[in-house]
């Protein structure tokens, strides 16, 4: 025997040996797996019993196992059929994978070494896991001291019905992955469409999550992606994170997204846990449309937790986006249902994002919406909106900070904005700012940006298209508490702006002596539109400063005050109210408009009204000054005189505080008033620029303008519009 032989066979010798019923390929299955396992294959399909150990034949292999177009089965009634892997890597290749309530797939490293991999490749029959005996019993598994990873290519639907588990097994490893794409494309080409559906026990669902609360590391990665299909989420999907954060979760399907209501626990769970840990990602995107499951939603969290110690900050709030690219988005009110990217205590609100890419789709959140910031060091974070039709919010919107100031508010869509919970930017850092843009604005809560207890008020400002109305349940609050000065309150529209009776606008500042109320602007039927300014509630930004000063200034058609009303900027020694009554001024018995009258004379109500229109004589405090023969400057100042010789270089002649103005006649005039036309009665009126007799088309809008348009078009529209046949 050659000495290189002897060496050989002892090599082999003493080299482990390799269990006899260790497989690695589908062929060593279908054969027995050396009489470990059983496999009742044919040509179509292949059920498998018992189990199958998978081992490499070398450390750090990957085995695979192509059942080529089969349809393979693991367990069967009575006896069970297993793969498991430890923390090895191996691929199964088929044309469908069904796992029954006795089948179980697995890569567990345990608590001692690492998840392993898993990928499944099946084709248009795709993955279909039932549930098991018990509530998260056999789980598809890659968990281990350091989660794996599993991942599906399918060609056709997966479903999924019981546990799917990537989550670390200690606190000091961090979650896997687990990675689902159901249908296929080639280069941007759909070639085969798939839908997937999660069900299951509670307790259960997708899981990619830290070992505990206590974990000193992340969550892990979930997505899913359905081409050609939908995803309907009827179970828990987490990703929560110790101290290094939450993990990353992303939902995105070709058709509809259907997020419905667990049967316990969150929907959707991103949140940061350990020392400070912050929250994670969330993203949502649907082809056609996002809702809940029969108008429910679960709990949607992606949550900042607190500092192990006291006065540290605590973790931010993570990232949450939803978005329908051709339907509405409809989240209903299910059990415990919110959408939540809160900091903890001390850190930062986090930023949601709800959007729709298709009009006239809505929006409709039927769920609290929270990324609030609490604490000393707090601060507010950001929810936007982005909608190309109406847009609903039921149970409120919160940003509200601390010590670092109330977040803010983007909400923005084509159609009506309706509020009926509370919509809050409060801050004892400053109230945050919130801002509408909107085909209309209809709110009927509390909209508050509250600066508590010695901190300024924020910012609310809505531009509208149409109507904006606050109800008798409507609170606008832009106050200071304490020791600082009201904010801002701009509310502007195309069309009329009403203020119900019990309706509130406040802009006070602190109770604190020296403090300035804040601005109010109140503007109807802009710009240069037809609409009237109808005031029957309370409007006051009262203060106490010497200097700084309140201002409100409201501008319609014609301005309306009920025998409700109540406009109040009194206080501040400098504080005015302007009034520019585009058509006319009305002030009913009752109603109130009042500023200082300290005996400063910036001090004033001022009002501007067409020429030949009635002048109100009661409501105002002080009473409004007529003209009057005395000096302006100059120095006889104050005194009666007749011509500016009179006045020392002054001016003679005080104007009062009525000021009449001409209407404009074209565009750029100035000292004039655009008149308020009645749109629809078939005459051209300055500002219009057309008018169809109420018929609005393409070349002639609902306010009477033209907008961009084909002159062509606009010609061959105008010489034989369609009304004009009917009517006749």
Known sequence: MSRWLLVALLVVGLAPARDAAAVCTAAEVMAGCGGSCTANCTATACTISRTVSVTPPVAGGVCTFDFGTREVTLGQPGANGNFIGGSNAFEIRAGKLTILSTGRLSASGGTSAPGGM???????????????????VNPVDVSGAGGGTLSVESDGDVSLGRLVLASARTTSTSAGKIMLTAGRQVSNVLVASGSITLRGAAGEGLRAEASSSSSSKAGGTISLT?????????????????????????????????????????????????????????SVLAGGKVSGSAGLTGAITAVGHSAALAGDPGGLGGTISVEAQSGPVTLGPGSNGKIAADGGPDGCGGAITISNDTAPAEITIGVPVTATGVGLDGAGGTVCLDGQGP???????DVSGG?????????????????????RADGSGGGGCISFCAGGLAINGAVSVVGSPNAPGGGVMAIADGAVALSGSGLVDASSTGDNSGGCVDLEGGGDLTIAPTAVI?????????????????????????GDLIVNGKVHAKGSSPTVSALASLEGCTIHFGPTAALDTSGDRQARNTLRARRALVVDPGAQIKTTDGGDPRSRNRVTLPIGATVPAAGFSPPLAPPSPICVGGTGAGQPCSVDGDCGGGTCGAPGDVLLLPFCTAVGQLACLTPCPVCGNQLIEFPETCD??????????????TPFCIRATCSSFRSAPPWASSAA
């Open 403 to 423: 010590g670092s100031g109330g977040g803010s508010l983007d909400l923005a869509t084509l159609g009506t904005i309706s509020t009926a919970g509370a919509v």
């Open 692 to 705: 169809t007799g109420g018929h609005p088309d393409a070349c002639c809008n609902a306010t009477c303008r």
């Open 391 to 397: 847009a609903s919010f039921t149970q409120g919107i």
């Open 506 to 530: 406040d802009a006070d500042g602190g109770a604190v002596t020296g403090n300035a109320g804040g601005l109010i602007c109140l503007v109807s039927g802009t710009p240069d539109l037809p």
């Open 118 to 136: 898993i990928t499944l490749t099946l084709g248009s029959g795709g993955l279909d896991v039932g549930p098991a005996t018990s509530a998260r």
């Open 226 to 282: 359905a081409n050609g299909g939908s995803i309907d989420i009827e179970n828990t999907v987490s990703v929560f994170g110790g101290t290094f954060g939450g993990g990353s979760m992303d939902l995105t399907a070709d058709n509809d997204v259907i997020l419905g209501v667990p049967p316990a626990g969150a929907l959707l769970s991103a949140d940061g846990f350990g020392d400070a840990g912050s929250g994670g990602t969330i």
